[in-house]
């Protein structure tokens, strides 16, 4: 993507940068309501990003080129620098989602990734239910690799067996696993 083009960076996050989730508003879907995070206090904004700036995970602010406006922000989760693999998190501001700026985040965090720290596959996870991160994610062209289960977080959800199962009472998420490579990237 051209430097004209560009829409947003990505840089390092910063608590300060967190701080600015105040600013976020809330996903309507309450099987999202785990990724809402403008009602987060002050302790709980300190406490998330005291869990993400460890040595085994690498963070990154996702904002607005045209007022540096914070949107949205990507993980590398799981960091080995000796493997050259990363598990990746994304989270959006749901006043963003669906104009492209995951696209135009991920395009810029696959270029650092694949080529300025060079590491070989990008894994990831997402809810079965959540097709518009999956067709986002295909068509950076990570590639199926299996499923898991998860008990969800939100247990107050209307159950739907084509996303959830029901086991001993608890409701689990159905969640596929994604693989990118370096070599698939470079394809694209």
Known sequence: ???????????????????EFKNWGDFDDPRLSGYNYG???DFEINFWFSTVT?????????????DDRFIGFLGLKNYNPIAKR?????VFDPNY???GYGYDAM???????FNEINFKELILEVNLFNSRAIKLYEKLGFKEDGYTEEVFENQDIDYDDRFFE???????SKILKMT????DYYEL
């Open 86 to 90: 990363a598990k990746l998190g994304i």
């Open 166 to 172: 029901m086991d001993h009472g608890l409701i689990y």
């Open 39 to 41: 009602n987060l206090t």
């Open 180 to 183: 990118l490579t370096k070599d």
């Open 54 to 66: 460890t040595p085994r995970k690498k963070y990154f602010a996702v904002k607005k080129v045209d």
């Open 97 to 99: 989602v669906s104009d």
């Open 107 to 113: 395009r810029e965090l696959l270029d650092y990734y």
């Open 1 to 19: 993507m051209s430097r004209q083009t560009r829409r947003v960076y990505i840089e390092k996050i910063t608590r300060q940068t967190a701080m």
